[in-house]
């Protein structure tokens, strides 16, 4: 059970945990438990400005396993972990004895016998924090593995989505651009999806295709047709270390072609927020004054993701 230093104390049906011991993707979570993150988030983000102090995870050690670069995920897991009263550790994985040949598996046991209990995990690797997962003690955050999933960037989405909208339900979100290469594309398709919006894709054939036959998902070749009356326009990073170039001839090509511009985005509702998972790439994927117009919500979502974070991290407690 969560507790909270001062009132109002959030009610007993938001703070039970979760059943699950990992958060591994948001597929794992039906639209009740997602619900009750975002609530909890919520709350979590009143708190905070508050200025109040919270000891849900008192006494509790969790960890930074991050073997690929971040900026917004590792600093915001800190940041959550350290509000909710745990300790706090960084496990620079490319300088652990990883680079000895010690596996993966081995790393994580060895990492809960000096009494870590959450290990928030970003890997290069597709499935790497599965498989930590199936052999782990401790409680595994997925903080993004390969292409394949970012359950907390699509809960830190869906906050911020459903805050500007007013809800999901019946919602229109246009995904713009790599979806092939992004995990958090993948992770939102999932959690948009359960929370009852359609999703519309596009981008090059060969970054889109994949995705046809989701349920509540329509792939789009034309940027136009995607953004046209859309309630809100999420654009994504090509992400050129993951062999997108294969997708494009070159960058200039897709921002020719798929770049998000004042212009292409009066197809969407006049009011449409804008989003992006950063990092963004200004000028690529979209002008640099989208990024930074009213209607761009890419800082709220930085923000958003501390509160998410010490919601998933407070549902995963022991
Ligand atoms: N959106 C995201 O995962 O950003 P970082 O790579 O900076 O963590």
Redesign the pocket.
């Known amino acids: 059970m969560i507790q909270v230093s001062s009132p109002p104390a959030p009610a007993a049906s938001e703070t039970s945990a979760w059943q699950q011991r990992h958060l591994l993707d948001v597929d794992s979570l039906d639209r009740s438990a997602a619900t009750r993150c975002l609530d909890l988030a919520v709350q979590m983000r009143d708190l905070r400005e508050r200025g109040e102090r919270l000891n849900a995870l008192s006494g509790h050690v969790v960890g930074l396993a991050f073997a690929e670069?971040?900026?917004?995920?590792?600093v915001s897991f800190e940041i959550a972990a350290s509000s909710l009263g745990a300790d706090v550790v960084e496990l620079p994985i490319a300088a652990s004895s990883v680079s000895k040949g010690e596996s993966l598996t081995d790393t994580i046991r060895t990492l809960e016998r000096t009494g870590i209990g959450t290990i928030v995990m970003r890997h290069g690797r597709s499935g790497a924090p599965y498989l930590a997962a199936r052999s782990a003690g401790a409680r595994i955050v997925n903080a993004?593995d390969g292409t394949h999933a970012?359950p907390t960037?699509a809960l830190l989405d869906a906050l911020t989505l459903r805050d500007a909208l007013g809800g999901l339900e019946g919602r229109s979100i246009a995904i713009v651009g790599d979806i092939g290469h992004s995990r958090?594309a993948r992770s939102n398709l999932h959690l948009l999806t359960t929370m009852g919006a359609t999703v519309r894709i596009a981008g090059p054939p060969a970054w889109v295709n994949a995705f046809r036959g989701w349920e509540g998902v329509s792939v789009h070749h034309r940027l136009e047709e995607a953004l046209d009356g859309a309630d809100a326009v999420m654009a994504l990073r090509v992400q050129l270390e993951r062999n997108a170039g294969g997708g494009v001839p070159t960058l200039r090509e897709y921002t020719r072609a798929w770049g998000l511009t004042e212009k292409r985005m009066r197809h969407a509702r006049p009011d449409a927020p804008i989003l992006h998972?950063?990092?963004t790439n200004e000028g690529v994927e979209l002008t640099a004054s989208l990024a930074a117009c009213q209607k761009s919500l890419i800082g709220l979502q930085v923000t958003n993701g501390v509160a998410v974070r010490m919601a998933v991290l407070a549902l995963l407690a022991p």
């Open positions: 670069p971040s900026t917004r995920t590792r993004g970012h960037q958090v998972p950063g990092p």
